[in-house]
């Protein structure tokens, strides 16, 4: 197909997309994808000079994002990234892994029907039936965080001191890692993943040159391999009930896993399981710290709980795209999109479509229907949504029956990023129970 047929995004909104800034300013970036569901729902976003990205189509209607990410024959997760990256960013996962975009080879990774092989495997530990048995370890969790946020004396940022490193301890713990090594963990999955512009800056790697940042890289795999490696002889010769024990024990095909594939596992669910949760649970704090009116009525009534849950994931759409490659001439919306073609799924712009969301921009808690592609659709929908929720439920529970009011205490602020992005201050004033 010829490039000129394409309906391309004007250049600065096509900048904007891609900008980690413009997911800060949330209003404006909703004002965006509202022109675009409306005008252009599939329109094509190539840079100027070529080489900044690989061109791919912005698809931002809910329909259109609900069929790609059920038709996993169609739009696949390999060859291309599934996260949307520079092509700087590109060339050093391939440099990094010898040919492939995926720094690491995972669930996210794969396809039909090694993908199937791979997630059966921890599925059923991470249904609600299983997850019951781990509820008191996840409210002793929410009680500490609980215990830090009041230690603070009536005054806290709610991100740095609950939202953020709640979910990470749930998460380290399903996966057998020790308190003690949490902050090692948290830094080798930032520099693994330092590919990118932002995560660069997370990880302080933005000023090194690109070798220094290879063999950093290079260092974290290598520490990640180790670390589970013991882990792993550890879960093998004494198993457990965590997440860790079923992978290092799990069979395909009557082989056990290789060491590169458990760390894939690993790594994923080290990677998706804490920034996420952390910006719904922020966003949910910041919905109730507005509407005083709100947090009284929940903490009365509890039924009230899961449909504020549920509204915050949508509102706050915490992972914000997946890309996907076409497998071979189709269309989507009745664009014509050519086999090979990297299309970006915004789940933002898919949560804000007025054809599905009444009102979108308004967090309602009695929302019904709310069904949000927060977690996506299909093959790869979120494996961790029922602990995401559980993880939520307990800890509001917590809140609610140790905080008698919170309100705002200053301006909240989103961070930079095109992928996972959410709050990253929240200042409360609250007054205990
Ligand atoms: C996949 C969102 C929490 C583990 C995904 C996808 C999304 C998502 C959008 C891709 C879906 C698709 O391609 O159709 C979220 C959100 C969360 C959350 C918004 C919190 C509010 C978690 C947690 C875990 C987790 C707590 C586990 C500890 C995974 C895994 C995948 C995934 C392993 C890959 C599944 C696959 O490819 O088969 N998540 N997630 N997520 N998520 Fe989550």
Known sequence: MATQERPRLDPATARQVIDPSSYAEWDGLLDTFDRLRAETPVAWVEPEDGGVHPPFWLVTR???????????????????????????????????????????????????????????????????????????????????????????????????????????????????????????????????????????????????????????????????????????AERRASPTADVASTIANAVIDGEPLNDRDMMGYYIILAAAGHDTTSASTAGAMLALARDPEQWARVRADRSLLPGIVEEAIRWTTPVQHFMRTAAEDTEVGGQPIAKGDWLMMNYVAANHDPAHFENPRRFDAARSPNRHLAFGAGAHQCLGLHLARLEMRILFETLLDRIETVELAGEPARSRSTFVGGLKTLPLRFTPA
Do not use: C
């Open 62 to 232: 809910y329909d259109d994002v609900m069929r790609m990410s059920k038709d996993n024959a169609t739009f696949l997760n390999n060859p291309h990234t599934v996260v949307f990256s520079l092509t700087e960013g590109i060339e050093f996962a391939k440099a990094f892994s010898g040919g492939s975009e995926h720094m690491v080879a995972s669930l996210v990774t794969f396809d039909a029907p090694i993908h199937m092989k791979y997630r059966k495997l921890t599925q059923e530990w991470f249904m609600p039936k299983n997850l019951r048995t781990v509820e008191d370890e996840i409210r002793a969790i929410a009680h500490a965080a609980v215990d830090r946020l009041l230690a603070g004396g009536g005054e806290a940022d709610f991100v740095k001191t609950v939202a953020a490193p709640y979910p990470l301890h749930v998460v380290m713990q399903i996966l057998g890692v020790p308190e003690e090594d949490e902050p090692r963990m948290l830094m080798l999955t930032q520099q693994m993943f330092g590919g990118s512009d932002e995560d660069l800056n997370q990880s302080g790697m933005k000023d090194l040159p690109p070798e220094a940042i290879t063999q950093l890289v290079a260092g974290a795999v290598k520490d990640f391999e180790a670390y589970f490696a013991k882990l792993t």
